[in-house]
Nanobody
Framework: VQLQASGGGLVQAGGSLRLSCAAS????????MGWFRQAPGKEREFVAA?????????YYADSVKGRFTISRDNAKNTVSLQMNSLKPEDTAVYYC???????????????????WGQGTQVTVSS
């Protein structure tokens, strides 16, 4: 099983980026998937997550609510994160994650996810 994240880069404050994460080896279509980020010297933090396709089943950190949008394409086994109005404090390595259980709902704790992508760097300049 592999999660491959892509789409990071350098952008000016106020700009946008779209991250994508492609899963291979198994389907996660009925399990939660999400995004976390880790800035230098800080712990990994929750960004966004969602159940299967359906906008009513999305969850966001307060710091990104209204600016980021998570989406899934279950047919392609991918999860994406559209990031708008980026701020310098959004600078971090972004990781996609997937669960293989439905018993815990859509958790915000990184330790509750079973598979992780390799991370993609997002840098927002002021």
């Amino acid at each position: 099983v592999q999660l491959q994240a892509s789409g990071g880069g350098l952008v000016q404050a106020g700009g946008s980026l779209r991250l994508s994460c492609a899963a291979s080896g198994r389907s996660f279509s009925t399990y939660p998937m999400g995004w976390f980020r880790q800035a230098p010297g800080k712990e990994r933090e929750f960004v966004a997550a969602m159940w299967w396709s359906g906008s009513s089943n999305t969850y966001y950190a307060d710091s990104v609510k209204g600016r980021f949008t998570i989406s899934r394409d279950n047919a392609k086994n991918t999860v994406s994160l559209q990031m708008n109005s980026l701020k310098p404090e959004d600078t971090a390595v972004y990781y996609c994650a997937a669960k293989t259980s439905v018993l815990e709902g859509v958790p915000r704790e990184s330790g509750r996810y079973d598979y992780w992508g390799q991370g993609t760097q997002v840098t927002v300049s002021s």
